[in-house]
């Protein structure tokens, strides 16, 4: 099987796929007028397009189906990301995942990690985000081994508050046993910070929301995270929750090496516009420009974009280039969950995507998993 069009530096080529990797890359004298791109890495997906990974009625066919349309629209590896819930729910949704894993081999492979988001985050209103602040608690090493049982290990990146109440050896515990420990929805004061860096926190989660609408000048939790080099961080480039100068000035201070985009998308991303109650989230309306947030308010309510929508708003928006946002969305993350994916060249696994060579759209024309196709012509 093969495919032509042209890579991101735009190089026309074409790609042979041999099962589940690329088999060779050939230049050509010319090619379609599509680009070929790997495949999205998605570490924080909440839902999209009405399916909810946190839903009370979670199937492992909803799960099937959410990764699907993320195939869709461009997004080949995905990590559910769970967020604060009583125990019982949490534990619940991570064996309805585990089992739509196994039923499917495409979807196993799409999901290799589980992120939960929570439950041990900051209580203030703005840290706290949408976070339901009944069922916030301090960490638990008991729980944490419930949530593995239940997902048959496959929980590789926890989301905390470095403040909260054990916070440091909890983050030693867990980052011994090679999970991503990453600082979101925090108030916590530069010292917190440094003291979770130092027990082996690898990552901040969405650097620059999650936080207070108001902050001291300095010092604060976002100059502390921005300025340690051992913390990689997502951001949500949706054009809503950073401002293209926030978002290019936090990706020159951390460097391209440590960014990675995220979409942070919520179950009504990708629906039309309007207003909607939702079981998790509650009542949410939907503009028409994507943004999703509580009724008659500003405040978001998560995101409503997909991770490629991400990419091209990074493009067209700041001063990153196609290729660039692609390893912030692609490389990086399949690095930090220590796979191989991000690349388009001879050995690298066939996952990639076709898209139009608009970059301010990027519409998704086909999509490759493990070199089988999943959508498209």
């Not at 980052?175 to 130092?198: M, Y």
């Not at 969405?206 to 997502?234: S, V």
């Amino acid at each position: 099987m093969s495919v032509e069009g042209r890579l991101a530096d735009g190089r026309p080529v074409r790609v042979d796929l041999d099962g589940p990797r690329i088999a060779t890359v050939t230049e050509l004298r010319d090619a379609p007028d599509v680009l070929i791109l790997p495949g999205l890495v998605d570490i924080q997906v909440n839902g999209y397009g009405g399916r909810d990974f946190n839903a009370d009625d979670l199937s492992a066919g909803d799960v099937a189906e959410l990764v699907r349309e993320l195939w869709r629209h461009g997004t080949t590896t995905v990590c559910p990301t769970i967020i604060t819930a009583p125990e019982d729910k949490i534990v619940r949704n991570l064996r309805v995942i585990a089992a739509a894993r196994e039923a499917d081999p495409l979807v196993r492979h799409a999901i290799p990690a589980l992120h939960i988001e929570g439950p041990c985050l900051a209580a203030e209103d703005g840290p706290r985000g949408a976070h339901d602040a009944a069922h916030l608690r301090d960490p638990d090493l008991a729980e944490f081994g419930r949530w593995q049982e239940a997902s048959g290990g496959l929980v590789r990146i926890v989301t905390l508050a470095p403040e909260r109440a054990g916070a440091v050896p909890y983050i030693a515990e867990l980052s011994r046993r090679n999970v991503i420990v990453s600082i979101g929805h925090t108030a916590a004061a530069p010292a917190d910070i440094r003291a979770a860096v130092r027990a082996g926190a690898r990552l901040s989660t969405h650097l620059g929301n999650g936080a207070h609408a108001m902050i001291r000048r300095h010092p604060n939790y976002i100059w502390a995270q921005l300025a340690e080099d051992r913390l990689a961080a997502t951001f949500i480039a949706d054009g809503h929750h950073l401002p293209a100068d926030t978002f290019t000035a936090m990706v020159r201070a951390k460097g391209t090496a440590r960014a990675l985009l995220a979409s942070d998308s919520v179950a009504l991303a990708g629906c039309a516009p309007g207003d909607y109650t939702t079981p998790v989230g509650g009542r949410i309306t939907v503009r028409g420009d994507g943004r999703v947030t509580l009724p008659g308010s500003e405040l978001l309510a998560g995101s409503g974009s997909s991770l490629i929508e991400c990419v091209a708003w990074a493009v067209t928006h700041t001063e990153i280039d196609l290729g660039t946002a692609l390893r912030l969305a692609a490389a990086n993350p399949a690095r930090l969950l220590g796979a191989e994916g991000g690349r388009i060249e001879p050995g690298a696994p066939a996952d990639l995507i076709v898209t139009t060579s608009d970059i301010s759209d990027l519409s998704v024309l086909r999509t490759f998993v493990n070199g089988v196709p999943v959508h498209g012509a």
